[in-house]
């Protein structure tokens, strides 16, 4: 309060429009990922090591035009239950060296290299808010052998000590957090017992954009902060003021790392992610759990209310949001969205999901690749959650790649599926075209444009769809990239006639496998 007052006789509302744009001119660039032109979609490929990576961005990614991979945190972590190590011991930090059981920062950086050469970027997953658990141990059962104690809070290989976390800041008596209604708890006091960076200290902001600057040199594209609800806002920008730009190997000069910070907020809590949007874009939790709604036709959703999709939803801007289905959390039932969140498991709607999201022009997308893992559903959670990536004794096991183009070793690589890579790739085709042509049957049959270079129909209703619609695309054969490909100067799968209004008869079965299709300018025969 004693804030605003001392602005004194200055015009309030003035006040905040120079504040308002001085800061949005400062970071803008920030919201920018640095793909390459053409490319629109980024995918995390969850618990990947660097040489598998590295192999997927020259002989699949670039290829298919995805425009960049999140990587799982490259960083010293804690060893949790060798071998039977969970996937969430990652985000357990005990030091900044880049050593994890993805591989060493040799391997990082022939990884970030060899993507960069082909235009595909790299992002990493920055966990800055934490150190490890206090019941994390002592001695060097991490990655990298580095010696830590937890209890003593001494990490002496970054080095961090007791005078660099929140204990005396936190106000609560367990030292952790203890309601989501109060902001300075979520933000000084440890969540789910991990110790709590003093990031108000600029020797740890120091230490932190050390490990960041680290990786921008190294030719990283940009950023997710892990935890940014659990983080004040000015202390994310403290960090960020810190940080290099790009490598000017792969970027224009002057380039800004992209930022995109985890934020929970589906609404009802003191902390809302629009406190975060002036330090880069922000994940919208509301995305996939509001799409899963609508996909399982729950609570009476239909997919004919998805014509105001987007801010009309009650979402963030679109060029705030980073949007996805599902992620690396929610899939087992953490983070957010509860069990409407679409995942693999649900393979027909999650590709009607994910399919939908790629064609419509809200936020920047974010496509998931995940690993299978026996699942244990015990009174609607699983009790397996936990399980690491697919490994032999706690060695990750290679990515291979079947003779169908599918992954092996247990790897689902939905990235890889068809429906899904064909819809990145639309994506980039219509990239800065309108949404147009919208028509639905008043339940669950929908379709839209993108301007004249794009249109998808989806039939989600119990009954077959057939009907002809204006696509606003050119005359002529497209090939329908949901149930095949174009091959050469053929279609794999079905063919669409567009006459020369624009129109186009469709017909789905509503038992189709797949029961959506879509065509775009490059699926043109």
Request: with cysteine; charged share 20%; glycine share 10%.
């Amino acid at each position: 309060m004693g804030f605003f007052l001392s602005i004194g006789s200055f015009p309030f509302f003035l006040f905040i429009i120079l504040v308002g744009r001085s800061a949005i001119g400062l970071s803008w660039a920030q919201y920018d990922p640095q793909t390459q032109q053409g490319r629109t979609s980024i995918v995390h490929l969850f618990e990947w090591r660097w040489v598998d990576i590295a192999k997927e961005c020259e002989r699949y990614l670039a290829p298919n035009g995805y425009g960049g991979v999140q990587v799982s945190p490259p960083n010293e972590n804690v060893i949790v239950n060798s071998p039977f190590r969970p996937w969430w011991e990652r985000y357990q930090p005990i030091s900044y060296k880049i050593c994890t059981r993805s591989g060493n920062e040799d391997e990082f950086r022939d990884m970030v290299t060899r993507c960069n050469n082909v235009g595909v970027r790299i992002y990493v997953d920055a966990v800055i808010n934490h150190m490890c658990a206090e019941s994390g141990g002592s001695g060097t059962g991490s990655t990298c052998g580095s010696y830590f104690n937890a209890q003593n809070r001494e990490f002496s290989a970054v080095p961090y000590s007791a005078w660099d976390f929140n204990d005396g800041k936190c106000k609560t008596s367990s030292g952790g957090i203890e309601t989501y209604s109060d902001a300075s708890q979520v933000r000084d006091c440890r969540l789910s017992g991990l110790l709590d960076l003093a990031l108000g200290n600029d020797y740890v902001r120091t230490k932190v954009a050390d490990y960041m600057n680290n990786l921008i040199d190294i030719g990283v594209a940009g950023f997710r902060l892990d935890a940014s609800k659990h983080m004040w806002p000015g202390d994310i920008k403290a960090v960020l003021d810190k940080l290099h730009n790009l490598n000017t190997k792969w970027f224009a000069s002057g380039s800004k790392p992209f930022i995109f910070q985890e934020v929970i907020d589906l609404g009802g809590e003191a902390i809302t992610s629009s406190e975060y949007f002036g330090n880069g874009r922000v994940t919208e939790f509301k995305y996939g759990a509001k799409l899963g709604k609508v996909i399982r036709k729950w609570d009476g959703e239909k997919m004919s209310y998805l014509k105001n999709w987007g801010e009309g939803w009650g979402f963030m801007p679109s060029n705030r949001a980073l949007v996805f289905v599902d992620n690396h959390d929610n899939q087992r039932g953490h983070g957010a969205g509860g069990a409407s969140i679409l995942t693999f498991w649900d393979a027909r709607l999650y590709k009607m999901a994910v399919g939908f999201m790629l064609a419509h022009p809200y936020g920047f997308t974010r496509v998931m690749s995940s690993y299978r893992w026996q699942r244990n559903i015990q009174n609607g959670q699983d009790a397996n959650d936990w399980i690491g990536p697919p490994n032999n004794n706690g060695v990750i096991k290679e990515v291979t790649i079947n003779a169908d183009t599918t992954c092996g070793n247990d790897w689902v690589c939905e990235h890889r599926w068809r429906q899904i890579r064909n819809m990145v790739i639309f994506r980039n085709v219509v990239d800065g075209q309108p949404f147009s042509n919208w028509w639905d049957n008043g339940s669950n049959q929908v379709a839209f444009g993108r301007g004249n270079r794009g249109f998808i129909v989806f039939n989600n209703d119990d009954w077959s769809f057939s009907s002809t619609l204006q696509t606003g695309l050119p005359a002529g054969t497209y090939c329908d990239v949901i149930s095949g490909d174009k091959v050469n100067g053929n279609c794999s799968g079905l063919r669409v006639t567009v006459n020369s209004d624009g129109t186009a008869y469709f017909s789905i079965s509503n038992s189709a496998e797949d029961p959506f299709i879509a065509i775009h300018v490059d699926s043109k025969l």
